[in-house]
């Protein structure tokens, strides 16, 4: 490789604190070796001579679109449906039908659903099944929000889109597949438009200092998202969360993640659920 091509020690340093700042990914030394690999492809398709050209055009761009690919390539989008499969048997059989009792009896049938880091929609598509599968022909009735959110735009079109490997939707099973997938016949599978209907997909920072929400969720999902994030930022982010959680509203996390033994905003309920609980 071209010798200014190295990534140098300040370079990464700056790399570094810019993705900090303003995503809360913490870079570690280990990662180096990944940034360097995937920055070379923009610094070559841009013809950028050497690292410190380009960060210095990413810090100078106004519009925020070259920090926002710069994000894209850094961020791992890795994800698959059916991913941590206990959790989506924890809402089907427990956490929804228990609140759509409680919002059937309330007269105001509305839930809303935030999918925080959904990556490329495999787990916002598989709340909309659920959620389908559950409220069957009462679905119409319902007033259901799901948004899911990240701040990969790759990562978002890829959800939009809807469409899927046969890898992506290994987990599922066959049933499932078939009744709510298109077969495209090429190893593509495209999740019904019924589906892509329930959700909205959009961008969203979760470093951002205030959420642009009016109402709360009686659910919020972030998984496998604060793994990349080092503890202030994940306790900030929670008390956020927290803020925008209804009473008695879920959160669920990645299972290698954890809220911490200090955490005295949500209670326990099983690995990476918690419950703001009404005190
Ligand atoms: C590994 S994926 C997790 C996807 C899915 N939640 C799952 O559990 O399979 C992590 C996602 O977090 C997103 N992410 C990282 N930092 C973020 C931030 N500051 N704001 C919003 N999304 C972020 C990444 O773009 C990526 O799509």
């Given amino acids: 490789m071209n010798d200014s091509l190295q990534l140098k020690d300040k370079e990464f340093q700056q790399i570094r604190d810019l993705v900090y700042s303003m995503f809360g990914i913490n870079l570690t030394d280990q990662k180096r070796a990944l940034v360097m690999g995937r920055l070379s492809k923009i610094l070559r398709e841009n013809k950028f001579s050497s690292f410190q050209d380009y960060i210095n055009y990413v810090k100078n761009d106004k519009s925020g679109e070259a920090v926002s690919t710069l994000v894209d390539r850094i961020s791992t989008n890795h994800t698959f449906f059916n991913r941590e499969n206990d959790h989506f048997d924890y809402l089907r059989e427990n956490a929804f039908p228990e609140w759509i009792e409680r919002k059937k009896r309330s007269g105001k049938k509305q839930m809303r659903i935030w999918v925080a880091g959904c990556s490329s929609g495999e787990e916002s598509y598989m709340i909309a ?10 679905l119409k009735n319902w007033d259901l929000g799901i948004l899911a959110t990240d701040v990969s735009i790759s990562a978002l079109e890829k959800a939009v889109a809807g469409v899927y490997t046969d890898e992506n939707i290994s987990h599922l099973p066959a049933a499932m597949k078939n009744k709510h997938f298109k077969n495209l016949r090429d190893g593509k599978w495209e999740v019904h438009d019924e589906l892509k209907k329930m959700v909205i997909h959009r961008k969203l920072n979760l470093m951002r200092p205030e959420f642009p929400f009016k109402g709360s969720f ?7 998202v604060m793994i990349y994030f080092d503890k202030p930022t994940r306790d900030t982010l929670v008390t956020k969360f927290h803020r925008f959680t209804d009473p008695d509203g879920y959160l669920f996390i990645g299972h290698s993640e954890t809220l911490g033994r200090n955490n005295e905003l949500y209670s326990y309920v099983k690995p990476a659920i918690y419950r703001k609980e009404v005190r």
């Fill in 129 to 138: 099944i659920i959620l389908k599968e559950l409220l069957g022909s009462d």
């Fill in 218 to 224: 009686q659910f919020i999902l972030c998984r496998n």
